[in-house]
């Protein structure tokens, strides 16, 4: 039968380009990526042949604390102290009594506001002006554990760190998308690695360095976290440039696997993006087949037409659910983990998963994007729901799919894009021009979130 309507093409692509599949010799899907990535292929298929033993935690060095009964309080864990993770603490402080114990986990000791990473990397601000320590949540009645998770037993109940073993009777998975610049040849030889701390201190450095010359933003695989960011941050380097002297004697170039820019809000909100890029002399790239990094004769090097000569590469690298997810079993046939689009709960009893770890498909057979404000909302949602079963009642809390970002043009200017995407048939997104007040809005915004769950 032809698939007329596209229904089964919407089904296994990503809307425009096929999803790559790799179903397991037990039937389990080991790869879903909407992009055909060699190194990522070939990871997937040795994992197939890995020793079960290669995937054993390690046995925990401290004892099980005992399970808490009714009586005595819940206990809530939370894996990831990042925007879903800060936020569902403080709700369920808020709403619970004291005897409740809520404990957040998280490998890092600080909060990072990833949102302003970009303005890290043009210096607008400085690494510890942009992060929190988590350790700071224990003044608000939240307990810390500052470890890594390295299994989830959701049948028994437990989560283990690298140093304990914690029960729960509610578990908010918020772990975020895990970053995978191994998996793109040459990336640490020649990328700056533009989503974390340590690139964008990096990228800061070489522009600080730069006498012109040419600089890519790229765009290495789909999906990736904050849809506008790569928009924002190709903005962001021309404006640098321009303020240095230094934009007659550069390019700017985006490279990128879309077909537009910021393609689940619609093509007019595309068009509008793609002018302002024109305006600026930022060369768009759109539908790139990005393969690898030749740091050699610094080039990136596309499946189909000609490697491109960089000077400065700044990359997204491919984006994976995290190893732990992935160890313990929780991963859905997308690669993410799977809940019901308005209450996050999963398949297992008791658990929840927020923000970028989840995948939750949209009536246009796309995925909502990865971004803090869902994460946020999301984490709301999750918190409202535990507090109702803890009390015995049923809850009306919903996600709703509503959210909004600022998109930062530089030049002290910035845009806004609010809307609904759980809108049927396709997400219902509006931009607001340009002016000066969205983007002293987004400073404002990153101050409060800063302050506020602490
Ligand atoms: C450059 C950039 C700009 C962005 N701009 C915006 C924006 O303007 N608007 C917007 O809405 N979104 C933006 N985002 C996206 C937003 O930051 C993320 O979508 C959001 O942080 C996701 O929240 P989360 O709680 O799901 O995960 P995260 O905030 O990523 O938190 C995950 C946490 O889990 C921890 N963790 C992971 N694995 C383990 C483990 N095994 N053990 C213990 N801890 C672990 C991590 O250390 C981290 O603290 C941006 C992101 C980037 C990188």
Redo the contacts with the bound molecule.
């Keep these: 039968m032809p698939d007329k309507e596209g229904s089964i093409f919407k089904q296994l692509s990503n809307g425009w380009v096929p999803y790559s599949i790799l179903v397991g010799p037990d039937g389990k899907v080991i790869l879903w990526e909407s992009e055909f990535q060699e190194s990522g292929f070939s990871a997937a298929v040795e994992k197939i042949y890995e020793e079960p033993a290669q995937t054993e935690a390690p046995e925990p060095v401290l004892q099980a604390a005992p399970r808490r009964g009714p009586a005595y309080g819940a206990n809530i864990l939370i894996?990831?102290?990042?925007?879903?993770?800060l936020v569902a603490a403080y709700q369920l402080r808020k709403r619970l009594s004291g005897r409740d114990r809520i404990v957040v986990?998280?490998?890092?000791p600080n909060h990072l506001f990833?949102?302003s990473?970009?303005w890290r990397a043009v210096g607008m601000r400085q690494t510890e002006q942009i992060q929190r320590p988590l350790s700071d949540l224990t003044g608000t009645g939240v307990e810390f554990v500052n470890e890594?998770?390295v299994q989830i037993d959701p049948q028994r109940k437990q989560v283990r760190t690298s140093a304990r073993e914690l029960d729960y009777d509610f578990l908010i998975v918020?772990?975020?998308a895990?970053l995978a610049p191994q998996e793109v040849l040459g990336f640490e030889e020649m990328a700056f690695n533009?989503?974390d701390l340590d690139g964008t201190a990096k990228i800061n450095a070489a522009l600080n360095e730069f006498s012109g010359g040419e600089v890519a933003v790229l765009v290495t695989d789909m999906p990736f976290?904050?849809p506008?960011?790569p928009y924002e941050a190709a903005l962001l380097v021309d404006s640098f440039l321009r303020k240095k002297g230094l934009r007659d004697r550069s390019e700017v170039h985006l490279f990128t696997p879309e077909h537009q820019p910021m393609p689940i809000a619609g093509p007019k909100l595309g068009e509008a993006i793609t002018n302002v890029l024109g305006k600026r002399g930022i060369q768009y790239h759109p539908l790139f087949t990005f393969e690898w990094i030749s740091p050699g004769d610094q080039t990136i090097i596309p499946s189909t037409g000609d490697p491109h000569k960089v000077d400065l590469l700044l990359a997204i690298p491919p984006h994976r659910a995290?190893e732990?997810i992935q160890y313990s079993g929780l991963i859905g046939s997308s690669g993410w983990m799977h809940v019901d689009s308005h209450t996050l709960k999963t398949e297992y009893d008791g658990v929840y998963a927020?923000?970028?770890?989840n995948n939750i498909r949209l009536a246009n057979g796309k995925n909502l994007p990865?971004?803090?404000?869902f994460?946020h909302y999301e984490a709301k949602v999750a918190a409202e729901q535990i507090v109702a079963e803890i009390n015995g009642e049923p809850s009306n809390a919903s996600f709703d799919g509503k959210g909004f970002?600022?998109l930062e043009l530089g030049g002290g200017k910035a845009g806004f894009a609010a809307g609904n995407f759980y809108a049927e048939p396709e997400p219902a997104v509006r931009l607001y021009p340009p002016m000066r007040s969205w983007h002293w809005g987004k400073v404002a915004f990153e101050k409060w979130w800063l302050r506020h769950w602490f």
Excluded: T
């Design positions: 894996l990831g102290g990042g925007a879903g993770g986990v998280d490998r890092e990833q949102s990473l970009l890594p998770v918020a772990l975020g895990e533009l989503y976290k904050c506008a960011a995290p732990v927020i923000g970028d770890v990865m971004a803090g404000v994460a970002c600022w």
